[in-house]
């Protein structure tokens, strides 16, 4: 006499028109792998249902699209898929913020150049971009004497400045007071001046691809 209780029929499942209840882990089919890596690639239930071999309108082949996007396996292999995209957004996210924090001075913690010396003091070695630091030897035997320059090549200030507007949403303002112009190239002339040591005329010739405006704002007088 077989046993059967509770209305199920020995299997586990319970009785009704004779149709197994899918578990909710049951592995994919072979057409449910094939729509599943069609979908990775298309992005469309339609097609992907299409390529992956089902029959039937389109209106049939996205109700079977949005049934696969269901099923337990491939909901499982998406969210191991967005985990992995936020680990790895939060990595890139975590290098630009270390990139645009970094100071170039910490490579030159030993230098004995005036200039990095004067910039590390003044706390502005987060607007180098670059170094370039040039040894040679003048004169020969004993009146030979050793020479180092220090070049500096700083950040775009006005390229930092639009794509600062840019983020921030601000809008074009009015032409400035012409005098507030002057103050902001004389300003960054004498911040050259002091990091270099060099002549206004060099700081001017130097400002000029990054500040156009330092050739007519920039002469005295």
Same mark, same amino acid.
């Given at each position: ?7 199920? *029929?020995? *299997? ?44 039937? *309108? ?15 396996? %491939? ?47 003044? *706390? ?45 949403? %601000? ?51």
């Amino acid at each position: 006499m077989s046993a059967k209780k509770n209305g199920t *029929n020995g *299997n586990g499942h319970k009785k009704g028109n004779g149709a197994k209840t899918p578990s909710p882990r049951e592995d994919l089919s072979l057409k449910q792998e094939r729509w599943y890596h069609f979908w990775l690639q298309t992005g469309n239930l339609t097609e992907s249902s299409r390529l992956a071999g089902y029959e039937g *309108n389109d209106d049939a082949l996205t109700s079977i699209g949005r049934k696969n996007l269901q099923h337990h396996e %491939i909901k499982q292999r998406i969210a191991a898929m967005r985990a992995q995209a936020n680990v790895e957004t939060e990595e890139v996210i975590g290098r630009l913020v270390a990139i645009s924090r970094a100071d170039i001075l910490d490579a030159f913690e030993d230098s004995d150049s005036p200039q990095i010396k004067l910039l590390r003091e003044k *706390n502005l070695g987060h607007l180098v971009r670059k170094i370039r630091i040039k040894r040679y030897t003048e004169g020969k035997g004993q009146n030979a004497t050793p020479v180092e320059i220090t070049e500096l090549e700083f950040h775009n200030a006005l390229a930092a400045t639009t794509q600062l507007c840019k983020v921030l949403g %601000i809008e074009r303002q009015p032409a400035a007071n012409p005098a507030d112009d002057k103050r902001r190239v004389d300003a960054a002339i004498k911040l050259w001046q002091d990091a270099t040591g060099g002549t206004r005329e060099d700081a001017i010739r130097y400002l000029a691809p990054q500040m156009p405006e330092v050739l007519e704002l920039g002469k005295i007088g």
